[in-house]
């Protein structure tokens, strides 16, 4: 009955909209099946974003099979659905089927497929599952979130660091979290496992979080503009459980129909998509203000990778020196401590022959939102925007001075 179900449905259908079965694999004699459901609207998506997310989510059938979500990262990291799958196992044979099928059907519609990030929790056959269909070089994000609550757990079932000493790890982490570059980042490592060279037990179980290269890449500076957590595609689950399902769990006989409405919902015109990178006027109001401050920045043109990088100041500086630019470019820290305190000191806003909006740069507003007033003044100060006028945030009148106001005199009247 399921075959007959999913060979009826596996019609590609002529509404771009409509969602259908693209690929379906049922072992009769294992008691197994793979089950991947999708629309031409949705598949279509993959021609304009390169970052992919996966996830497996459970209650939504009596049967308790998984719900394989994947999704594409827009520009200003919400998270749209391409395709569901129902497996009922979670090994890398049944990822590499859902993943393979997505790039067989999108093939087959000439859509062309360019992912170069992945982004997934700390479950080593999707990896594995997604560098084995997108190719050996797409680069592996590790849920920081998931980082963090493993993180959590070792340190609250292992008794040898104290309370004072786990949270302490955890404040760390979290700076060692928005290292700046690659090389903040290596370095600090290192940094910190001198600092806490008396917790052997968290260093062994930090370790592959440093070094795996499955496992190390959760820090926000590994792929500039691409998040470094899946909460956008943990939300689409929620949204999907509580919003579409509305909480219940129902036989797979059922619920096979009802996930293609739910896909259908997904491929709708009315879906906000952000295919740019949107500023808005409160980060134009801090670029006018920064503008306006004195600040000074300093632009570098590094002729060996072909890249102009434009240094700004942080918060508590005017001007950066040409040491300031240095130590950035080639980090030096005599401990953790003095690394933590550096960040922020200097943000670098790297320019590319690409839209202004799409620049990266390294403050930890645009790690977090994928924006910030940085780029917008490295924009306007190059002639690559103008400021609205409503990003002016100067008094346009004179404030009346405290006290009650001076009465008038008498005409003609010498005061």
């Known amino acids: 009955e399921l075959e007959e179900w999913a060979k009826s449905c596996s019609a590609v259908p002529p509404n771009q909209e409509t969602a259908f079965v693209i690929g379906y694999d049922i072992d009769h004699e294992n008691g197994r099946f793979r089950m991947v459901y999708s629309s031409r609207k949705l598949l ?7 970052t992919v997310a996966a996830d497996c989510t459970f209650k939504t059938t009596l049967q308790g099979y998984p719900l394989m979500v994947i999704c594409v990262i827009d520009n200003m990291r919400h998270a749209h659905p391409i395709a569901f799958a129902t497996i009922t196992r979670q090994e890398e044979v049944d990822y590499c089927y859902v993943f393979a099928t997505i790039a067989n059907k999108c093939k087959y519609f000439g859509i062309r497929l360019a992912v170069s990030t992945f982004i997934s929790d700390g479950e080593i056959a999707l990896k594995k ?3 084995e269909v997108f190719g050996e070089d797409v680069n ?3 849920c920081f979130f998931h980082v963090m609550q493993n993180v959590r757990k070792h340190l609250k079932k292992n008794t040898r660091e104290s309370k004072e000493q786990a949270e302490q790890l955890q404040k760390v982490i979290g700076r060692l979290q928005v290292s700046p570059s690659k090389q903040h980042f290596e370095l600090a490592c290192g940094l910190l496992k001198a600092k806490y060279f008396e917790c052997p037990d968290f260093l062994t179980f930090f370790d592959k979080y440093m070094n795996d290269k499955f496992f190390m890449n959760w820090y926000e500076a590994y792929q500039p503009g691409c998040p470094a957590t899946n909460n956008a595609l943990e939300a689409v689950n929620r949204a999907i459980k509580e919003c579409h399902l509305m909480k219940e769990r129902v036989p797979f006989g059922v619920f096979k129909t009802r996930i293609l409405t739910v896909l259908e919902s997904y491929s709708t015109p009315s879906r906000v998509i952000k295919y740019t990178r949107e500023y808005g006027l ?3 109001r801090k670029a006018f203000n920064w503008l306006n401050n004195g600040k000074k920045y300093r632009t570098v043109n590094d002729f060996d990778k072909g890249s102009t990088y434009v240094y700004l100041p942080g918060e508590e500086k005017k001007d950066v020196s040409v040491h300031d630019i240095d130590v950035f470019r080639n980090p030096r820290y005599a401990n953790f401590d003095e690394f933590s305190k550096s960040i922020g000191n200097i943000h670098r806003v790297e320019v590319t022959e690409a839209d202004w909006r799409a620049w990266n740069c390294t403050c930890y507003t645009f790690f977090k939102s994928n924006c910030c007033h940085h780029i917008v003044v490295v924009a306007v100060s190059r002639g690559c925007y103008k400021l609205r006028p ?5 008094s346009l009148t004179h404030k009346r001075l405290p006290g009650r106001p001076k009465k008038m005199t008498q005409a003609l009247l010498i005061d």
């Open 129 to 131: 599952a997604a560098m």
């Open 282 to 284: 409160d980060i134009e």
């Open 44 to 50: 279509s998506l993959l021609m304009s974003f390169c």
């Open 390 to 394: 409503e990003a002016n945030t100067l």
């Open 140 to 142: 592996i994000v590790n």
